[in-house]
């Protein structure tokens, strides 16, 4: 299913379940989405009668004190709209999945044909949950989001016991939206020493892309950021989305970031190659010599250009002959000395 999954490069989500109740609002944000270069985009896929009862509130900064119940009933989308939003998707050559709340949403994109499946941090110590979709053999991405280490490893342990070894953690705060002070990526480095036979990235609701940028520096192989059309647009989500402007820069970011960070073998550079050569040093000589003159350390200096005997050498330069008259200021080689 990840089409766009490569190698050394970071996967960008954009993130647009809850930002659009209408398929005309999911197509702005795809073609918005397309516009940007990410990767894949991602709905959420639940109904209010199975991720909440009516007794659960929000108390978020994004929400205020709020039903959770009523709020997961206004931005249901069904099954149609999945299946237009995923076709609508895919034609634009985006990879696309969701996150599901309950095994009847899982059904539901089985259905649709889905090649992955995303879980949110409410569900991520959900083992009876993350059983039933490890058994559909999809590959998994695991937001972590309010887990200690432990509650990560019994989860990944649940996951591959039963039987799916394709696995993908992000490092989360479930904060909406989370400020600076909470980010904690050091946690997500944390998770890449513990597992390191797993890709771990980050899912990020700062109300900047700043987070995800370092994110990445810092090692994160997905990122996946909410996406919006407008901030301002009605939905808890849109005001710690990024918007069009903020895809892109953020996309342009990593990925000029991933041509800064080469190859990590440390050789000169091929733009080097001239300047290697121009700008380091050699032996010259002080002053004009003649043939057969023996060479005094006062004879000889180390200065540009760097095409002759190189200045760790410069030692054995001193009390050797000279093959040819030689002019001041001269670049000595090997070839001029006996």
Not at 14 to 36: P, S, V
Not at 105 to 132: I, M, Q, W
Not at 195 to 216: E, K, M, Q, R
Not at 279 to 303: P, Q, T
Request: proline share 3%; charged share 25%.
């Amino acid at each position: 299913m990840f089409r766009n999954y490569r190698k050394n490069r970071c996967y960008i989500i954009a993130e647009i379940g809850g930002n659009f109740t209408t398929f005309e609002q999911a197509k702005r944000l795809i073609d918005e989405a397309k516009k940007a270069n990410v990767d894949a985009v991602k709905l959420q896929t639940y109904r209010a009668s199975t991720i909440s009862s009516k007794h659960a509130i929000f108390d978020m900064e994004n929400t205020g004190v709020t039903s959770q119940f009523d709020l997961f009933r206004k931005y249901e989308v069904d099954s149609e709209l999945h299946e237009a939003v995923f076709r609508y998707a895919e034609g634009h050559g985006l990879d696309w999945f969701s996150t599901p709340s309950h095994e009847t949403d899982v059904d539901l994109l089985e259905k649709c044909g889905v090649g992955a499946h995303k879980v949110g941090s409410d569900d991520a110590v959900n083992l009876p949950f993350l059983r039933y979709l490890a058994k559909t053999g999809k590959p998994i991405i695991l937001s972590t989001g309010m887990c200690t280490m432990d509650e990560v490893k019994e989860s990944v342990a649940a996951i591959k016991e039963a039987g799916n070894e394709t696995l993908i953690l992000l490092h989360a705060i479930t904060s909406y939206p989370t400020h600076a002070e909470n980010v904690n990526l050091g946690a997500m480095q944390a998770m890449i020493q513990a597992f390191p036979d797993l890709d771990v990235g980050y899912s990020d609701h700062t109300l900047t892309p700043i987070a995800s940028l370092c994110a990445a520096a810092m090692g994160a192989r997905v990122i996946e950021r909410h996406f919006t059309y407008d901030k301002k647009a009605d939905g808890p989500d849109h005001m710690l989305s990024a918007d069009p402007e903020e895809m892109r820069w953020l996309v342009d970011a990593i990925r000029s970031f991933e041509v800064i960070r080469g190859s990590g073998v440390k050789e000169p550079a091929a733009s080097e190659a001239t300047t290697r050569i121009n700008n380091r040093k050699s032996v010259i000589l002080n002053r004009a010599m003649k043939a057969g003159d023996i060479i005094a350390a006062s004879d000889i200096a180390i200065k540009r250009p760097g095409y002759g005997i190189a200045p760790k050498e410069f030692d054995q330069v001193i009390g050797r002959a000279l093959l040819n008259d030689i002019g001041e200021d001269a670049v000595l080689k090997w070839d001029d000395l006996r």
